[in-house]
C-alpha cells in the first residue's frame, strides 16, 4: 500500500515563491506516473502537473512557466516548485500517483495561500 505525505505549503505573498513536497512510501512497481492537482474553494479539482515514470512531464496553461514538477527518485519524493504565484493559485494541493491497476493515491493535501 502506497502513502503520500504531503509539504511545504502555506502563506506568501503575491510574487513569492513555494516548493512543495510528496514523499511517498510503499510499493512503486507498478507507478505509471505522479502528479499535482489543485482545488480551490467552489471548484472542480484541477490538474496542476505531471510527470510519468519516463521523466516526460504536462502543466496546466496556468501555470506553464512558473511551476516545475520534478522528482528524486532516491528520496522516492516528488516535488513541485512554485514561482511567481498569484493569488489565483490559492487553493489546497494535493499529490497523486497513479498505478496500473490499483489507480490513483491521494496525498491529504496541503493548503497555499497567496496574497496580493
Known amino acids: 500500500q502506497v502513502q503520500l505525505v504531503e509539504s511545504g505549503g502555506g502563506l506568501v505573498q503575491a510574487g513569492e515563491s513555494l516548493r512543495l513536497s510528496c514523499a511517498a512510501s510503499g510499493n512503486r512497481f507498478l507507478l505509471v506516473a505522479e502528479a499535482w492537482y489543485r482545488q480551490a474553494p467552489g471548484n472542480q479539482r484541477e490538474l496542476v502537473a505531471l510527470i510519468t515514470h519516463s521523466g516526460s512531464t504536462n502543466y496546466a496553461d496556468s501555470v506553464k512557466g512558473r511551476f516545475t514538477i520534478s522528482r528524486e527518485n532516491a528520496k522516492n519524493t516528488v516535488y513541485l516548485q512554485m514561482n511567481s504565484l498569484k493569488p489565483e493559485d490559492t487553493a489546497v494541493y494535493y499529490c497523486?500517483?497513479?498505478?496500473?491497476?490499483?489507480?490513483?493515491?491521494w496525498g491529504q493535501g496541503t493548503q497555499v495561500t497567496v496574497s496580493s
Open positions: 497523486n500517483a497513479k498505478f496500473i491497476g490499483v489507480g490513483d493515491v
